[in-house]
């Protein structure tokens, strides 16, 4: 079984400054895919980013970017130029490479708070 | 609908009642998950669905919980005899059956067993 760990409950950054969020995953397979979901108040899990395991170029998207470590099995996501509408739970998932019949793997999340 | 829309937003329910939480996922996704989410963490895996046949329940806590798809779109999320633990928030998502597949989630609904 996968397990993925979030070792930060909460991360406060300053508004316009770069906050990084770590994740770690353990699994046997070597082939998978790995996502940062965003949740904020409304409840709406919102994908962030996702990376596949077989892709050696981090992901990014606009203000999101990943850092992905495969031998280290780490996941973590760097937001740059935090905005406030980043206030969020955040959660690393993992699902493996099965043909769409897995349920996503979610940390523990971390609590993003953005100060003005 | 744009997106994966689930009713009620809340549920209130008294220890023991029957509750039926609905899942309606976005047009044309064949697979289907349901997902825990307890206060503080995660969400957690319930069962899985592709199209009517639901290919794995393995994450239902117990023999309570019960969800179904006859038709292949709209899902019920259903649980018996309803217990305290039971309150949580339960987690829609469905998704296109392809390999690179994001799920796409809806609000959720927030039960909570009196």
């Known amino acids: 079984a996968q397990t993925v760990t979030q070792s930060q409950p909460e991360m406060s950054v300053q508004e316009a400054e770069t906050v990084t969020l770590s994740c770690t995953y353990d699994?046997?397979?070597?082939?998978?895919?790995l996502f940062w979901y965003k949740q904020p108040p409304s409840r709406q899990m919102i994908l962030v980013i996702r990376q596949e395991a077989y892709k050696q170029q981090n992901a990014t998207e606009n203000r999101f970017s990943v850092n992905f470590q495969k031998a280290a099995k780490s996941f973590s996501l760097k937001i740059s130029d935090s905005q406030l509408g980043d206030a969020a739970m955040y959660f690393c998932?993992?699902?493996?490479?099965?043909?769409?019949?897995?349920?996503?793997?979610f940390g523990k999340g971390t609590h993003l708070i953005i100060q003005p | 609908g744009a997106g994966v829309s689930q009713s009620p937003r809340y549920k209130v329910a008294k220890r023991g009642q029957d509750v039926a939480l609905r899942c309606d996922p976005i047009s044309g996704h064949v697979s289907l998950f349901w997902y825990q989410q307890a206060l503080g963490q995660g969400p957690e895996f319930l069962t899985y669905?592709?199209?009517?046949?639901?290919?794995?329940k393995s994450g239902l806590p117990s023999d309570r919980f019960f969800a179904e798809r006859p038709e292949g779109s709209v899902s019920t999320l259903k649980i018996q005899r309803t217990q305290q633990e039971d309150s949580a928030v339960y987690l829609c998502?469905?998704?296109?059956?392809?390999?690179?597949?994001?799920?796409?989630f809806g609000d959720g609904t927030r039960l909570s067993i009196l």
């Open positions: 669905f592709q199209n009517e046949a639901q290919l794995d």
């Open positions: 699994t046997s397979e070597s082939d998978y895919y």
């Open positions: 998932a993992f699902a493996d490479s099965g043909g769409g019949a897995d349920g996503l793997t």
């Open positions: 998502a469905s998704s296109p059956l392809t390999v690179a597949r994001p799920q796409h």
